[in-house]
């Protein structure tokens, strides 16, 4: 008698989405359909989304068909050897198949289009995500079959956790020699888990087979979630500004609305039209297409609605927020959910809604303590947003915005944003190419608190330095965008110093910071 070779399966999974659950689901299918399975796990940083792995081997036949013969199953799986790979994470479907754990000539792969972003991906200053659709390109050329869809849409339609939609997706894929009466009796149960598992199980199970009965795999794997559609514009804003730059426009107008109302987006308005009206008269414009324009769109936008603490707190405040965070954490229309927001608050924070006059003291201050050896002074802070008091206290936060514009932060920010403008403009007409890597210098400006300082810092040294002296523009064009390439390789700004140096510029300056003499514990002697 000869024994067929086992099923093999590997799960992959996030910790917190069930990856344990679904081994066990799966073993249980087997074990009520008299099929001999076993599983074992390797777990990884559970607690912190890290990436779990649990491999499977399930006999095709019967215990009843074997002859008493009990079969040996595997412990680990084998390179090249998988008969499935499912994961709930894109990049980690990826990251198995680079260690060469499937194959084109036998494996399944059934995976999730959605990513969650490693630590190296946000790390980076500029926009460090890997190429999804490249991503699913090495899906589609390293697999028998594939399946990528969007478990977490059906994830939250069922109210369920991924690991269900996976067992269904599993089940649909006519992998296991199993019916779907086995699964359903393996899920049954009448408490709200079992139903909304079961739910998940159809969801995921109905999703693979119209994907079996189109036959479109690629198709299917190369479909990403639809946009949010961009914000109409008015037919008066259309008229104004060409329409290659009319999407960002409007999400930026509409952006700038939300953050401080409609004469503040009017600002906007204006110092992007300056910059339409350069490149329009600029050498070589071609008609139909604004790059700069365009480009600068987009910064401006981001820039305009800078990050603080009025921000933060509106952010915190909405019911939006409030409703996401009762969906992530399943609670039901009767559920208390308690939420804690904290903040820490210092003098930078406190000055920056003061005016000038007032901030600037309160700062000094502030920097003298820090010269003398003391923490910069700060406030902890721990609010209740979903009690009264809390959530007062955070709107109340928010509707100061109408003070930020006398505030010192907003004085100086308005003073950047324009200095980086006007150079803006004195580029573009000047050269096209000069003016659109200004215009992309406007991405270096980003994050909150001394993140966000540095990158102002740094934009302004490479203004300074690329647009000096008599260099050809079409030469500044090229050093400045090696400047902005190597300001986004790391938040330390080495990359950038080394590329000011090898340019002939001269590094930044290295920020004062005082020298701390500490007493000896043992002497009493600094």
């Known amino acids: ?27 249980a299918v087997a074990r009520h359909s008299d099929h001999p399975a076993q599983a074992t796990s390797v777990p990884g940083v559970a607690q912190r989304t890290g990436a779990t ?7 095709p036949e019967p215990a009843s068909k074997l002859g008493g013969r009990r079969p040996v199953l595997g412990l680990n799986p084998l390179p090249g050897r998988l008969d499935a790979l499912v994961s709930s994470e894109l990049l980690e479907t990826a990251r198995q198949i680079g260690l060469g754990m499937v194959s084109n000539e036998r494996t399944r792969v059934i995976s999730h289009n959605g990513r969650a972003l490693t630590t190296a991906e946000k790390m980076v200053m500029g926009d460090g995500r890997r190429d999804g659709e490249q991503l699913m390109q090495l899906v589609a050329s390293h697999s ?9 849409t059906l994830t939250r339609q069922a109210g369920t956790v991924v690991s269900a939609v996976m067992l269904g997706c599993i089940a649909a894929s006519d992998l296991l020699p199993f019916a779907r009466a086995a699964y359903h009796a393996v899920l049954a149960g009448d408490s709200a888990s079992a139903r909304a598992s079961r739910e998940g199980f159809d969801l995921g199970f109905e999703a693979i087979t119209r994907q079996r009965e189109q036959a479109r795999y690629l198709d299917a794997l190369l479909a990403t979630p639809p946009a949010p559609a961009a914000p109409a514009l008015t037919a008066e804003l259309a008229a104004a500004f060409p329409a290659d730059v009319h999407e960002v426009l409007a999400l930026g107008h509409a952006r700038l609305i939300d953050y401080q109302g409609t004469a503040y987006a009017r600002l906007y308005l204006q110092r992007l039209q300056a910059v339409l009206v350069a490149e329009r008269a600029g050498p070589s414009h071609a008609p139909s297409e604004h790059p700069i324009t365009r480009e600068a769109a987009r910064w401006l936008a981001l820039w305009m609605a800078f990050d603080d603490i009025i921000r933060v707190a509106d952010l915190k405040g909405r019911a939006s927020r409030m409703a996401r965070v009762r969906q992530e954490a399943k609670a039901g229309e009767r559920d208390l959910l308690k ?17 000038t006059a007032l901030a600037r003291p309160l700062l000094r201050w502030d920097r003298q303590r820090v010269a ?12 209740a947003t979903h009690s009264f008091t809390g959530l007062a206290m955070l709107r109340l936060l928010a509707a100061q915005r109408f003070a930020r514009p006398w505030g010192s932060r907003d004085a100086d920010e308005q003073a950047r944003i324009g200095q980086w403008l006007d150079a803006l403009v004195l580029a573009t007409q000047r050269s096209p190419a000069l003016g659109l890597e200004v215009a992309r210098c406007g991405q270096l400006v980003k994050g909150y608190g001394s993140t966000h300082d540095r990158s102002r810092q740094n934009l302004q040294h490479i203004l300074v330095h690329g647009l000096s002296g008599d260099a050809d523009a079409q030469e500044q064009a090229q050093t400045i965008a090696r400047w902005r390439q190597a300001a986004l390789q790391d938040e330390a ?14 590094a930044r300056p290295v920020p004062e910071k005082p020298i701390l003499w500490m007493k000896n514990p043992r002497t009493g002697r600094a």
């Open 1 to 27: 008698m000869t024994m067929k070779q086992p099923i093999s399966i590997l799960l992959c999974a996030l910790g917190g989405e069930g990856g344990s659950v679904l081994a066990d689901w799966l073993v």
């Open 53 to 59: 792995t649990y491999y499977l081997e399930i006999h």
């Open 144 to 152: 028998l079959a594939h399946h990528v869809l969007d478990m977490a």
């Open 339 to 355: 939420v804690y927001d904290h903040f820490k608050p210092g003098i930078p924070e406190i000055a920056a809604l003061l005016p």
């Open 372 to 383: 003398r050896g003391q923490n910069p002074w700060a406030f902890p802070i721990k609010v």
């Open 493 to 506: 700004g080495q990359a950038l110093d080394q590329a000011l140096v090898q340019h002939g510029a001269p």
